[in-house]
């Protein structure tokens, strides 16, 4: 092969490109009509939101050729889930597995207006991970009024943001904080695929695949004390790294 060749596309390549513009195309529109729908059934319905935006991002998931897969079970709730965050895909695949979860965002995705009423739509719950005496205090709101301590499993990026490809960042301690303070067990899951399905910055570039959602065993909190946040994050993140390794 010369020096500068060029690598021929055959068909099988042309049809995985084709494929994933119609992709793209699919995903904004579905995010186009998901998001305002979302946004007005759950102000007339209070908590139906929630419902709209699983069936959404489901259908909009098939129509990509993405296939949600469960693994365990994601208990009886009230508890803090932490899970890997690997891709925006994520946040679909875990509403799919579990119909019951809120998910705890930063504070800055609040800003955007369409997405920030969605949000609020669906119960989620803003964190300002840049101020740690003003996330300690949302944290300690949320343990008073119940928002950990409902029917309903507060998910916690414990990341922090959506790591590299092929790579776990640290686990921060505030989901562990809340689950101690309101003495809630903490749910490891493992999330695998979603990062092949959907990079981090692939611009919706979806590709057709299976994402995986792993319930593992959960971590009980009752007895520990805020000292004991580090051996906990550990544990869980050691937990957490092992399952989503696993091909």
């Keep these: 092969m010369c020096i500068g060749a060029r690598r021929r596309t055959g068909p099988t390549d042309t049809r995985r490109s084709v494929r994933a513009q119609v992709n793209r195309l699919t995903v904004v529109v579905g995010v186009l009509v998901v998001l305002p729908l979302v946004v007005v059934v759950g102000r007339v319905r209070p908590g139906a939101g929630r419902r709209v935006a699983r069936r959404g991002a489901t259908l909009v998931a098939t129509l990509c050729g993405v296939r949600f897969a469960t693994l365990g079970r994601p208990g009886p709730g009230g508890s803090v889930v932490v899970a ?19 998910f705890l965002a930063a504070a800055d995705l609040f800003r955007v207006p369409l997405l920030a009423s969605a949000m609020r739509a669906i119960g989620t719950l803003p964190i300002d991970r840049r101020d740690h005496d003003r996330a300690t205090d949302q944290l300690d709101r949320m343990t008073a009024r119940g928002a950990a301590g409902g029917p309903d499993d507060l998910v916690v990026f414990a990341e922090g943001g959506i790591a590299p490809p092929g790579r776990m960042l640290p686990f921060k301690t505030g989901a562990f904080v ?50 004991d946040r580090h051996v906990l994050r550990d544990h869980v993140q050691a937990v957490v790294r092992t399952a989503a390794d696993t091909a």
């Design 84 to 102: 890997n965050h690997s891709s925006p895909m994520d946040i679909p695949a875990l509403l799919w597995a579990d119909p019951d979860v809120r």
């Design 178 to 227: 809340l689950a101690i303070r309101a003495a809630r067990p903490v749910l490891p899951v493992a999330i695998r695929g979603s990062d092949r399905v959907l990079a981090p910055h692939g611009r919706l570039l979806v590709r057709p695949g299976v994402v995986t959602v792993e319930f593992l065993d959960p971590v009980a909190t009752v007895g520990l004390t805020i000292d």
